[in-house]
T-cell receptor, first 118, second 116 residues
Framework: DSGVTQTPKHLITATGQRVTLRCSPR?????VYWYQQSLDQGLQFLIH???????AKGNILERFSAQQFPDLHSELNLSSLELGDSALYFC?????????????????FGQGTRLTVV | AQKITQTQPGMFVQEKEAVTLDCTYD???????LFWYKQPSSGEMIFLIY??????QNATEGRYSLNFQKARKSANLVISASQLGDSAMYFC?????????????FGGGTRVLVKP
């Protein structure tokens, strides 16, 4: 068990709908990252939040948004869903900053939310 | 530009034998980290091993070791004494420093099938 909790595990919804994916990071972790894994794009970084603030953005569509709340849990909102949004969405957490501005040496993933858009 | 390259899309390995999974990377950041993850068919991403760019010794974790060749920009994963449960997708990933957002960039993965 990585200590990162994602809900729900599975989600089936129709095109055009909106869904919210939830992530609870490991205790004490300030950073939350969202990734999308699809068959055609592989594993792609979406967005990083650190202590409630957006830190970095990757290949995240404008239809997608995220936030991190004061209790450090995070939500990824996906709207106007399309068939191509079907994917496995992962959340990962880490302590925050690496020593001397270097990379953080850990990254533990939740079990993912499998989204199917029909 | 592709930052992480895994050239082996799939491979078979005999149970109890060792297997090496290739990974090359590209970065101009002097401070970076390299990760390997295992993804079984159930889908979760399991952290296996980490190597920092300034680490002098190759990382080891149980049956996993990382053959880090900095000049060649390669970070190959070696799994010793393969077990049937090692059958999975394996991903190499790189994380650059805080200025780069600390995000993980993943390779395309290598599927390993362990034969009894």
């Amino acid at each position: 068990d990585s200590g990162v909790t994602q809900t729900p595990k599975h989600l089936i919804t129709a095109t055009g709908q909106r869904v919210t994916l939830r992530c609870s990071p490991r205790s004490g972790d300030l950073s939350v990252y969202w990734y999308q894994q699809s068959l055609d794009q592989g594993l792609q970084f979406l967005i990083h939040y650190y202590n409630g603030e957006e830190r970095a953005k990757g290949n995240i569509l404008e239809r997608f948004s995220a936030q991190q709340f004061p209790d450090l849990h995070s939500e990824l909102n996906l709207s106007s869903l399309e068939l191509g949004d079907s994917a496995l969405y992962f959340c990962a957490s880490s302590e925050g900053t690496g020593a001397g501005g270097g990379p953080v040496t850990e990254a533990f993933f939740g079990q993912g939310t499998r989204l199917t858009v029909v | 530009a592709q930052k992480i390259t895994q050239t082996q899309p799939g491979m078979f390995v005999q149970e109890k034998e060792a297997v090496t999974l290739d990974c090359t990377y590209d970065t101009s950041d002097p401070s970076y980290g390299l990760f390997w993850y295992k993804q079984p068919s159930s889908g979760e991403m399991i952290f296996l091993i980490y190597q920092g760019s300034y680490d002098q010794q190759n990382a080891t974790e149980g049956r996993y070791s990382l053959n880090f060749q900095k000049a060649r920009k390669s970070a190959n994963l070696v799994i010793s004494a393969s077990q049937l449960g090692d059958s999975a997708m394996y991903f190499c990933a790189m994380r650059e420093g805080w200025a780069a957002g600390n995000k993980l960039t993943f390779g395309g993965g290598t599927r390993v099938l362990v034969k009894p």
